[in-house]
């Protein structure tokens, strides 16, 4: 008895170990076909948000960490507070450098008063 729950723990949690290696390894194949252009398949909305928010976080002057980023059908919609219309600017410039973004909504992204 003790053997049978072993054997189903374990293929439990190999289970659970191998199915997020398994899509993290899709959406890496996904990102490097996107980053090469060999693709005819455009970027999913999933690999452009995770390169926004990515790039957001490595630019200077932007809060990156109160950005939220959501992609449906290749339009970015950049949500929250940034303390300065500059920074605001420089956010949409960046989502829009991203390969597959289509267009860049930043009407919920807002300039914190002082």
Known sequence: MKTKLSMIAGASLLIAVAMP??????????SMEA??????????????TTKVKTDLMAT???????????????????????????????????AKKIKGVKSVDASALTVAKK
């Open 21 to 30: 290696m398994q899509l993290m390894a899709q959406d890496k194949a996904q």
């Open 35 to 48: 980053e090469e252009g060999d693709s005819s398949q455009p970027a999913s909305d999933t690999w452009i």
């Open 60 to 94: 200077a002057d932007v809060p990156g960490t109160t950005i939220d980023v959501e992609t449906v059908n290749g339009t970015v919609k950049l949500a929250g507070t940034v303390d300065n219309k500059a920074s605001a600017d420089k956010a949409v410039a960046v």
